[in-house]
């Protein structure tokens, strides 16, 4: 006879959502680490100079935009290395202290737990670039050529090159000890416009030096913010989308060798 009872059915491993949990695990985790109270207290002590300088009194023109630009300067700085930091250590550690097997085993698929790592690493530095384009921006005066859209532009593409620079440390990450990934990736993220120049003197300003020079991600392109300081124009449309386009391409290159790296990796 029909009780009208059922019995309630396993939750399958398709109706599980591993990306929240993974994505506050690295939230929760990068809250505990020095990196986040140097990042303050540097975010502090700015923003203290800042503020006695605004009471002091700016003087000059030349001077409002110097310290603005430090401060965006310095932002995207610490908001670069912060990701370089925290990507190249997501899954070596993981590996390492064998945390990564419990996580595996949910289930949850190995670009699923890829994601998890690299999007709150890139949400962390985009949180630090905002923090101190905000400060910047309330502790500074702003001259009547500074245009908001102009910043709105420089801020979209830095935050595009941090994605450009997760992707690549967690890309490079799966290769190489942490230490190393940290120095190559800052490397590149730091000196890719000198790279980009001493490969076009090696192999000259023909096709050959120009097609390796395109081949080494140049992150100085998606700094904008001194077009901003110095009050210049929006970019042409057409060179803003070329630019986002050249970022998203470069983030999709390294999260595909990433996501094919660690597919193929025996852990």
Known sequence: ??????????????????????????WLESLRRNEMWVLGLLLGLYAAAALVLRIVGIESPQSARFIRGLGFDLGGLLASLLVIVTAARQLPVEIELRTIYPVLAKPVRREALLWGKALPTWGLGVAALTMFCIATVALTPTLPQQSALVLMSALLLKALSLAILTAM?????????????????????????????????????????????????????????????????LPAPSVLLALMVYALVWTFVFAMLAAGRFRRMPI
Not at 2 to 24: F, N
Not at 171 to 192: D, K, R, Y
């Open 1 to 26: 006879m029909a009780t009208g009872y059922t019995t309630p059915l396993p939750l399958s491993p398709a109706r599980l959502r591993p990306l929240p949990h993974l994505v506050r695990a690295v």
């Open 169 to 233: 440390t967690m890309c490079v990450s799966l290769w190489l000890p942490p230490a190393v990934t940290m120095l190559l990736c800052g490397a590149i993220a730091f000196g890719g416009r000198f790279a980009a120049n001493f490969v076009v003197q090696l192999c000259g300003e023909g096709r050959w030096g120009n097609w390796l020079a395109a081949l080494w991600p140049d992150l100085s392109l998606l700094g904008q913010f001194q077009r901003y300081v110095d009050g210049g124009a």
